[in-house]
């Protein structure tokens, strides 16, 4: 059975199930899945914590053992394993699919651990587990999911938002779950239920945004190229290695670069998504890119990204994540920039 964070309070009420599977890399959903799923079975019960964190030198059998043990403190109890890897090796996975042929109602296994791919989710321990009890992967909130997350935390909390307080708090905190919780939790402390305006959050709030390279390359895509430079200013600050950059900007523009070419020879769209294995989330960002992006801009765009490759390994005159900006804007204005004087654009 597979649910998302925001069925899980539904989920517990129902049934608590003998296994509980939580992966992903977002903190605040998956510490919050821990804390909920252990705080109601301990209202079950459930009085004894037993935890295991697994790495290559684990002994699977002392998790069989205390599975198979007779408690001296309570009668159920509750079993947490932190797969820190997520690879168990042979042994891991004969262990854990023997252990589904044998449950105990008076013990919960909990197994938690960083994102799984795909691969890991078929393996037959892992769909051993998942058959007889829940997983609830963990994927980052975006859009309209993390604007609905927001409100129902302020709910929760009584933190009373004045409208033009939501846009704003969403973009200070995207892709930082975490830190936007500690902040909602500090202004319901400070405020109650009076009603928080935008100049109280301005003179509260500190930008903390956390953004990857995946995130600069979306915003690439869409043409948003404000959001580029939000971007390439957090990963400066953040200390991101100018060359990981530069790679990523350039194998997206690549690849740009050859669908376009096909589909000037007649290539169907579809087909192109297929070729490049494009998620179907993902799917309208290359729609925007294909339709605005022309071969000109492409080429314009190659040019600065060499010379900004160029610059950040022999020059330390001038600044590599500007010069990224200005690549990101000739992505989508190549002509109008490239018409700009060389000491004007790289000043």
Known sequence: MRIYHNQLGTTLNQNLKPVWLIFGDEPWQKNDSLLQIKSYAQQQGFSELIRFSVDEKFDWQSLVEEYQSLSLFASQRIIEVELVTGKIGDAGSKTLVNLTERLYPDVLLIFH?????AATQKRKWFKALEQQGVHLPIYDLEGRQFQQWLQRQARQLNVNLHPDVIPMLLELFEGNLLALAQELQKLSLLFGQQQITVEDTEQLVINQAKFNPFQLIDALLTGNTN????ILDQLQHEGTAIGQLIWFIHKEIQQLFTMIEQMQQGENINALYKQ?????????FYQY??????????????ARLAQVDLISKTSSDFNPFILLADVCLSLFHGQVLSQLPLSYEYS
């Open 289 to 302: 890119a294909l339709t605005n992006i022309t071969i000109e801009n492409i080429r314009h765009a190659q």
């Open 276 to 284: 490049f294995r494009i998620w179907d989330k993902r799917k309208p």
């Open 113 to 117: 651990g960083p994102k799984l791919d």
């Open 227 to 230: 959001k580029c430079i939000s």
